[in-house]
């Protein structure tokens, strides 16, 4: 049986953004999306959220390039000198590890947004982080352990094929209880899912669950990432013959709608 999940990230980042969920999830194949807390249109999103109770949210920890929930003075390990997230994810990687009292402020961090999620009234589908940064193991305990308090209990293990690592992790996640799909489309092709190459995914779907990630916005905005085709990433979630073809071949929902398989 075919089970897929397709997910629109950075929800809230910005109106073309917002406004691309909804005529993603009305119009066409979308079926999740993932929330930035704290992005400058986080409200505009968790509004359009409330119209559309068949969509399932997520929360999309961010921890690089992008404002902070908690005040810049209460994480200064984490900020640099605008207040806003540092873009040194190296760098800033090794501190979280190295660094008790930045582990102290990432924790803190962390849980300002699960806190700010819960203050939505969504019901919390699944947890992933803004460029995976939760691949980092600091960061990926620490969103476990305080995810679990406020009702996570799934998570994208972002690989494209089976390697060891990716296998790894889905046993580890799994054994922590969290639910993972079993094949994650989007990073090869990341800001770039046209029509054809996200048709030609949908005809080799494999059995199982899968999560196709996207990036979808009616077009360019403040912050957004060079040479990302966002319109284009719209058209092919609303394309006919996508919409056919993915109602022929898989059941659609969010980590909600299936079972896990810990």
């Known amino acids: 049986m075919k089970q897929l999940i397709i997910t629109a990230d950075d929800f809230g980042a910005s109106p073309q953004v ?33 119209t559309m109770p068949k969509l399932r949210v997520g ?12 005040p810049p003075a209460q994480i ?20 979280m590890f190295f660094r008790p009292n930045v582990r102290k402020q990432l924790a803190a961090e962390i849980e300002a947004q699960f806190k700010a999620f819960a203050a939505t009234g969504l019901t919390l589908d699944h947890v992933n982080t803004h460029k995976h940064f939760h691949l980092h193991p600091t960061i990926a305990s620490l969103m476990m352990r305080i995810g679990k308090r406020y009702g996570m209990n799934a998570t994208r ?10 296998m790894w992790l889905r046993r580890s996640y799994r ?28 005809a080799a779907l494999p059995d199982g669950l899968s999560e196709i990630y996207m990036h979808p916005a009616t077009g360019p905005y403040p912050g957004s990432a060079k040479g990302y085709r966002y319109a ?30 810990v």
Request: glycine share 10%; no cysteine.
């Open 18 to 50: 917002n406004e691309a969920v909804e005529i993603a999830h009305r119009e066409g194949i979308l079926t999740a999306a993932s929330l930035m807390v704290s992005a400058p249109a986080a409200a505009d999103a968790v509004a359009r959220a409330r």
């Open 59 to 70: 929360l999309h920890l961010t921890l690089v390039d992008d404002r902070p929930t908690l």
């Open 232 to 261: 284009e990433e719209l058209a092919a979630l609303t394309d006919g013959r996508i919409k056919h073809l993915t109602a022929t071949l898989a059941q659609t929902g969010g980590y909600s709608d299936f079972p896990f398989r």
């Open 76 to 95: 200064p390990g984490l900020v640099d000198r605008n207040g806003m997230f540092r873009s040194d994810m190296a760098r800033a990687g090794a501190a």
């Open 157 to 166: 293990v972002p690989f494209e094929t089976s390697n060891p690592l990716a």
């Open 175 to 202: 054994a922590k209880g969290m639910g993972v799909a079993d094949r994650v489309y989007g990073l090869k092709w990341s800001g770039a899912m046209t029509k054809d190459r996200l048709g030609a995914i949908l």
